[in-house]
T-cell receptor, first 113, second 110 residues
Framework: DTAVSQTPKYLVTQMGNDKSIKCEQN?????MYWYKQDSKKFLKIMFS???????INETVPNRFSPKSPDKAHLNLHINSLELGDSAVYFC????????????FGPGTRLLVL | GQNIDQPTEMTATEGAIVQINCTYQ??????LFWYQQHAGEAPTFLSY????GLEEKGRFSSFLSRSKGYSYLLLKELQMKDSASYLC???????????FGKGTMLLVSP
């Protein structure tokens, strides 16, 4: 069974479009995260949700809007896509209190043309 | 905030031992993690240190000195499949967010 899953795995789209990425975890964790990994492979936190509540919102354009319908799901909607949004987006889940590590999904490779 | 520094690239030979260093400055510390990331794949967890000292897991060991803001990942008996990027990450006290270094690309040659 896949612990953290994301769809789609690949996303190619035109500038200006709106797209969504979905994430689901079956580990029972209370916290989910979105990370962005740019072309230089630098992995950076974007958002964090704890029990459906937004707790971390780093300096990310407001074209990016996360939504958590329940604690097992965290989706990412991106409006008016720009060339610079091209990256790999990783979802992860873990426990807010610490303890064990975070587990990462397989990533969504977004290419904006 | 967090500031994490690790070498950009390292090379080593199959069967050898390699040590990847990581230094950090943090405003709140709740653990240091090492992840392995192969090209085109997700980061996978290797090791975790929250107290000073050495943690050993098979061919991989990780060391932490909190007073020095320093950690290293030691890989023994290197194999070709160990060629990957190794990411050092620090977890904060508040929301358990991970801040990653820029990764060390390790190339293992025959």
């Amino acid at each position: 069974d896949t612990a953290v899953s994301q769809t789609p795995k690949y996303l190619v789209t035109q500038m200006g479009n709106d797209k969504s990425i979905k994430c689901e975890q079956n580990l029972g964790h209370d916290t989910m995260y979105w990370y962005k990994q740019d072309s230089k492979k630098f992995l950076k936190i974007m958002f964090s949700y704890n029990n459906k509540e937004l707790i971390i919102n780093e300096t990310v354009p407001n074209r990016f809007s996360p939504k958590s319908p329940d604690k097992a799901h965290l989706n990412l909607h991106i409006n008016s896509l720009e060339l610079g949004d091209s990256a790999v987006y990783f979802c992860a889940s873990g426990w807010r209190g610490g303890g064990e590590t975070q587990y990462f999904g397989p990533g969504t490779r977004l290419l904006v043309l | 905030g967090q500031n994490i520094d690790q070498p950009t690239e390292m090379t080593a030979t199959e069967g050898a031992i390699v040590q990847i260093n990581c230094t950090y400055q943090t405003s709140g510390f709740n653990g240091l993690f090492w992840y392995q990331q192969h090209a085109g794949e997700a980061p996978t967890f290797l090791s975790y240190n929250v107290l000073d000292g050495l943690e050993e897991k098979g061919r991989f060991s990780s060391f932490l000195s909190r007073s020095k803001g320093y950690s290293y990942l030691l890989l023994k008996e290197l194999q070709m499949k160990d060629s990957a990027s190794y990411l050092c990450a620090v977890r904060d006290r508040g929301y358990s967010t991970l801040t990653f270094g820029k990764g060390t690309m390790l190339l293992v040659s025959p």
